[in-house]
């Protein structure tokens, strides 16, 4: 699994789909730049992450199905999206136990790799920053900190870029308080949560933050917007493919 | 005592507004955080010991029924009486048997959240027995009629101000201060003078040793340690789950509690009962008696997907790191345990039906199962809860309670699109096509938020029109 593959599957996730698509085009060009070839299944559509974290696991279920489906095989399965992957690694064995496809589910389990740390672990990727200096802070999403373990990764793909700056905001660990279904149902809560965030995020004066999760984002975001700051995130893959000369014809 | 859960949201949400909760609150939990943190910032050697504290107390669940018969055994042959109580009103009944038997109208308690689970101080006070707190933090709720917010610190949500202004009005003879440590000598003489009088003093239990028939407590104020030997009779009141195998399991359990707990290596108490006071013995209770509660734990007990949640060593350690609550402190939660250990282990002992509504206090951050001493999922058993509140069966109390048909056809109708590759697609082209058309403000997200900005061609699009290029 460490070792450099020739072949990987991009699973792109449903957020990245409808708000965030220029994330997952910046994956794919990026492992493409290393030297991969990556497929991306057109019959891919949501992990099911949503239906599961509110307890239809019913709904989950038949929706997850569709993935294990469309990403059959041995190629890694590389996941631009912390929560997501976190989701098919760790909670599809949760959802599939004693279900006729609890093998299928394990079998993709071992092979779901977290984007950034595909990048730093398996690509071992080194990076040319080409950018001029800009002050950046990194919100690791709570499953990227704490399900899938790669918070070290987004960091040390940022410390690799001579001109970027990356200061720490307060109370980094905590979570924005998007929670999914949580926003909703306990919306005073989140809203507390993130203007908290968000409030950190603006004291560190920087010119961006930068995330491997859009649910985040899009809550970190909306919540930037509302207040009128003209602080917003930019999603890692993004990132490096503008700092390293990658994109500029799009 | 609990209330009602009903209204969680509401009590929440007033909380939020709460000043002590929006300041100081949130520090005094960051200040906890980090004395914990003293202790473990070495990842590997936390991830030992939470390994080790997770076996132990997992063995000793996995043995329950067998354990509890050898510390009855141990526990009777050390002179000590065992009660067994199937629920709250047994167990209340059972102690207020033993104080009049003793002819006592009067006891003395050190800190134990099972009696405040079993609302034993009421149920004794409108039977004409006098309760008086002897916790310096269950003292100052006494006097001001509230319940704990926290289980370690039970008057954490209260600031020194506050205290310094309750102490000024119950002993005007003493001039106003904010020094701890004077209104700490305050309590003190009080409650000294209350130890000499009284005869019966209740504690709670942290571990009971099988092998030993020991009981340990813990604690910081030596308060416990004067209920338990300075009274005639000493009352122990705790939960069944609290038993462990051997003597050699303790150490390592503390080392545990006492870091997670308040960042301490070691408490300045820790006691170790293991009889009356024998012939010849100075000091200590000439009885002693151990409540053992169960109110609900069998249930949890023979539940497989929940046991875990019996390995709490009451730390309080996911509750400081909890970001809803910090948020919204202890009493919004209506419950004897707040915080994660309280969202799971409430709806399991009053069922879905009274506490469901808690599961959704939670955005399912993990940041309380990291931290958990004996490894229990925290996140993962809110999850699993949530489905038995949302299914139509499950094997929790009242599962499916929280089954709303407009939910379930919602959740129904998503799958249906998403477990659809090609209407996934068509409908979301659509509504890539449609985007200025869709609504700008969907409450209660847009309160706090600008709606996302929906994309103009979607990854699946961009990418079959790049592979379209690249041929
Ligand atoms: S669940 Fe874990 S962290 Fe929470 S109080 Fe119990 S032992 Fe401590």
Redesign the pocket.
Known sequence: MREKPTQVLLFGSCLIDVLYPQAGMDAIALLEREGIEVVFPQAQTCCGQPAFNAGYRDEARKVARVQLDCLQGDAPVVVPSASCAAMMKHHYVELFRDQPEAEAAAQLAARIVEFTEFLVDVLRIRLQDQGPDIRVAVHSSCSARREMNVAVQIESLLEQLAQVELVHQDHKAECCGFGGTFAVKQAEISAAMVADKTAALLRCEIDRYITQDCGCMMNIDGALASQQAPLRGTHIATFLMERTGGNEDS | MVTKTVDFSARAVEALHNARLRGSFRDAMDDLIRKRLDHFRDETLFRELSGEGAAIRARALSRLPELLEQLERKLVSNGITVHWAEDAAQANETVLKIIRAHDSRRVIKGKSMVTEEIGLNDFLETRNVEVLESDLGEYILQLLDERPSH?VMPAIHKTKAQIAELFARKFPEIPYTEDVDTLTATARRVLRDAFRSTRIGISGVNFMVAETGTLCLVENEGNGRMCTTIPDVHIAVTGIEKVVEKLADVPPLLALLTR??TGQPITTYFNMISSPRREGEKDGPKEVHLVLVDNGRSDIFANPDFQETL?????????NHCPVYTRIGGHSYGTTYP???GT?FAPLQDGLKERGELLSASTLCNA?TE????R?P?AGLINRLRAEYAAPRGNVKDAGSGRSWKEAMAWKLWSAVYARPRLYQRLLNWGLKHRDRLPRELAPWSDSRAMPVIAEKSLHQLVREKSEADQ
């Open positions: 289980i997670s707990a390995r709490c060593i009451r730390c309080g350690a996911c509750i915080g994660p250990i799971v309380c931290v958990c001493p004996v229990i925290l």
